[in-house]
């Protein structure tokens, strides 16, 4: 099929990012993530035309992410969860425990032992800590910081505290180390993004962030992408409530949901949905990888 050629260079059309700040449209962004979320390379052309028809300055980001999930839900449901993926991570809110969670099997999946919120005593004082994770001879302590909404930045002030903390629960580590070959990390896990100056102390300090689109060869993103690992919350097929109630019982991956389908059933779907929600669940666990 040929399609319109495309000339947004005269126009110059003015997009509005969560965040409030303005920039100027970029198709080949927006072609990106359709082709990451699985669409075909003619798929993504035919969302290209229409979305274009429908520009205007001013128009936010969130207006045309709708636009394009409406389109790719029509087509696929497992295409439609991937692109929603960023928003579907803010849907392990509003408080943030399915998230700690959530990061929690992603670090199972790459070997790490894991536990989640529980109390680490410091030097100085107790702590209570989102997620420690141990793999051969590193230690981490992970902070997660959890926003529902996109436009929030997580400033420097949030990896000043981490790294004190850090810094106190490092000696009382250090000390219980009777090989003193452990090598341990503090870590600070946000859902949106770090501001400049917060990567910048990071940086200084040796403390160790991972975002939305950080670091770019190896973001939050691109983890959950090459892994499989979607959350529940991915899934169109399910309503709100079944989301949570499915959070409220510790089941965040959609791959935990094919291990166990019974749990449909005892939440009250019926065996039609739980067949199309497992069928969808199925194929977000085998998305391409990248």
């Known amino acids: 099929m040929k399609h319109k050629r495309r000339n947004l260079k005269d126009r110059m059309i003015e997009i509005v990012k969560a965040n409030g700040e303005r920039e100027i449209y970029h198709e080949s962004k927006l072609a990106d993530s359709l082709r990451k979320a699985g669409a075909s390379e003619d798929f993504t052309e035919r969302i290209l035309d ?15 992410y709708r636009k394009a ?3 790719l839900k029509s087509h696929s449901r497992a295409m439609a969860s991937r692109y929603e993926l960023k928003k579907s991570i803010m849907a392990l809110g509003p408080a943030g425990y399915p998230f700690e969670k959530f990061i929690g099997e992603l ?12 109390l680490a005593e410091g030097q100085c004082v107790t702590h209570e800590i989102d997620v420690i994770a141990e793999k051969n001879s590193v230690q981490r302590m992970i902070e997660c910081k ?17 790294q004190s903390r850090f810094l106190d629960i490092k000696k009382k580590w250090e000390e219980q180390d009777a090989s003193g070959r452990k090598r341990f990390e503090g870590w600070v896990v946000n859902n949106t993004r770090f501001s400049e100056d917060a990567i910048q102390y990071a940086r200084c300090v040796g403390l160790h962030l991972l975002s939305w689109d950080y670091p770019a060869e190896n973001s939050l993103k691109k983890q959950i992408s090459y892994s499989g690992l979607y959350p529940v919350t991915c899934l169109t097929s399910l309503r709100k409530s079944e989301k949570k109630e499915l959070l409220h019982r510790d089941l965040v991956l959609c791959r935990q949901l094919c291990e166990k389908p019974g749990v449909l059933r005892e939440i009250g779907i019926s065996e039609a949905r739980s067949r199309n929600i497992l069928s969808d669940a199925k194929a977000l666990c085998h998305a391409m990888k990248g």
């Open 69 to 71: 999930f409406r389109l």
């Open 107 to 118: 670090l199972r999946n790459q070997g790490f032992r894991v536990q989640t919120g529980i």
């Open 50 to 64: 229409e979305i274009e028809d429908q520009l205007y300055d001013g128009i936010s980001t969130r207006e045309i």
């Open 146 to 162: 959890f926003h529902h909404q996109a436009g929030n930045i997580c400033n420097v002030k949030i990896p000043l505290y981490i």
